[in-house]
């Protein structure tokens, strides 16, 4: 859900990128879904790791992503 809201948020800006930047959020998303899908499959510090991971690399694409929306607007 927060994947397609970021999406929403920033397709205006996204001009001829619109397709590859919603396949890149699908594999994103995919990743999280896969990450948060290992819980009580694997070692606890293994899922707690992965997932850490997986949350984190969001986090840092969604802040690049928005300081390069916000110079976009200015």
């Given at each position: 859900a927060f994947t397609i809201g970021f999406y929403v948020w920033i397709r205006p800006y996204l001009?001829?990128?619109?397709?590859p930047v919603m396949?890149?959020?699908?594999?994103?998303?995919?990743m999280?879904?896969?990450?948060?899908?290992?819980?009580?499959r694997v070692n606890?510090?293994?899922?707690?790791?992965?997932?850490?991971?997986?949350?984190?690399?969001?986090?840092r694409k969604v802040k690049k992503s928005k300081l390069k929306v916000s110079m976009t607007v200015i």
């Open positions: 001009l001829d990128l619109k397709i396949a890149y959020m699908i594999v994103i998303s995919l999280a879904i896969t990450a948060a899908y290992r819980f009580e606890l510090l293994s899922f707690q790791l992965v997932l850490a991971g997986a949350i984190f690399f969001i986090y």
